[in-house]
């Protein structure tokens, strides 16, 4: 088994990731739960981070957000343990009992999380959100139900899905069958890069897009899809994997039908191990986002809104494509997520 398609913790034994990983969320819980409520004071700000599912992307994300928190912000953070609104807002509801100043969050949902917001905009606490986005993501413009969060600091999912088919485009001669494995509608990041990859897509006439799968997060699920699209398409040459759990499942189904390579395969996020896996021919390609920029600037304009200070409404922090030719490159590899 490969390090993509490995789980986290993949160096160990199941039951003992299990251990890790639950060890880990205990800890992160009872430090956001233990830490005393939040009190109006802008020299010593309180920020809560409260991310969408247990993820390097996430945990990456939060070391940029301890950075910007270095000197004198006290930063509580709190990961659900999966991608869905059941556990992503009572940890929200916790966080607004608590009283912060601001909130950074990445809704699971761009209309389900709309209320729990809005709670926490009645409490006075300031919302920031990363990575994904409530409403159409278009804040401060004094209409809709959606524009109250102050900004909106991530990478530009729709650029994002433009630049993995001009990529795949180039690998395939610009012919060929692809499609997307994405996660779930109604995630506005992973939405965003299926939207940009079809209407960049839509410039190679000889390429044909077939329709978009889900995985729900599940990694077997999208083996699954995969190889049941192979079976229907034997001249399947491309797939882009949108975010890290579907990229996972659609490498271990092109390598268990023994086309790795044949069928090229580019993937959304730099997961650890990700280098070992362009090296081995496993993925073709991978485009790497900034989390630990999305953490940085998210607490960054937090902070400085808290102490009435302007912020920007949107903040884009930009990609990066590894491949076999630039991997090694410390400029490059820089940008693979921490566990």
């Not at 994002?160 to 690998?171: E, P, Q």
């Not at 990694?219 to 899809?225: F, G, H, I, L, T």
Request: positive net charge; aromatic residues 8%; hydrophobic residues 40%.
């Amino acid at each position: 088994m490969n390090s993509l398609t490995k789980p986290l913790c993949a160096t160990r034994p199941v039951s003992k990731c299990r251990r890790v990983i639950s060890a880990v969320m205990g800890a992160l819980m009872l430090s956001a739960l233990a830490a005393p409520p939040a009190h109006a004071d802008k020299d010593h700000p309180v920020v809560a981070l409260l991310p969408g599912v247990v993820d390097p992307f996430y945990f990456t994300m939060y070391h940029g957000a301890q950075k910007a928190a270095e000197d004198n912000t006290q930063l509580l953070f709190q990961l659900p343990k999966s991608w869905n609104t059941t556990e992503q807002v009572p940890i929200l509801k916790a966080f607004i009992a608590k009283r912060p100043d601001a909130i950074l969050v990445s809704p699971v949902d761009a209309q389900q999380l709309i209320e729990p917001l809005t709670e926490a905009k009645n409490a006075g606490i300031k919302v920031i959100t990363v990575d994904t986005y409530i409403g159409t993501g278009r804040y401060q413009t004094g209409s809709g139900n959606a524009d109250f969060p102050l900004s909106f600091v991530a990478s530009d999912n729709k650029e994002g899905g433009r630049i993995a088919a001009r990529t795949l485009a180039k690998a395939l001669g610009e012919k060929g069958i692809v499609f997307c494995e994405s996660l779930k509608p109604g995630v506005s990041s992973t939405d965003a890069r299926v939207q940009g990859f079809q209407e960049e897509m839509k410039k190679y006439p000889n390429i044909k897009v077939l329709p978009t799968l889900y995985s729900e997060d599940d990694a077997n699920k999208a083996v699954s899809d995969v190889s049941g699209v192979m079976a229907r398409e034997p001249g399947l040459s491309g797939v882009f994997g949108t975010n890290t759990f579907s990229g996972k499942g659609v490498a271990q189904a092109i390598h268990m039908a023994g086309k790795s390579g044949k069928v090229k395969l580019i993937v959304f996020d730099a997961v650890p191990g990700i280098d070992k896996d362009i090296k081995s021919g496993l993925v073709d390609y991978a485009i790497a986002q900034r989390p630990a920029d999305m953490g940085y600037y998210g607490v960054k304009y937090a902070v400085d809104a808290i102490r009435g200070k302007p912020v920007p409404k949107e903040k884009s922090t930009g990609f990066v494509v590894m491949d076999k030719s630039n991997i090694d490159n410390a400029d490059v590899k820089q940008y693979i997520y921490s566990n």
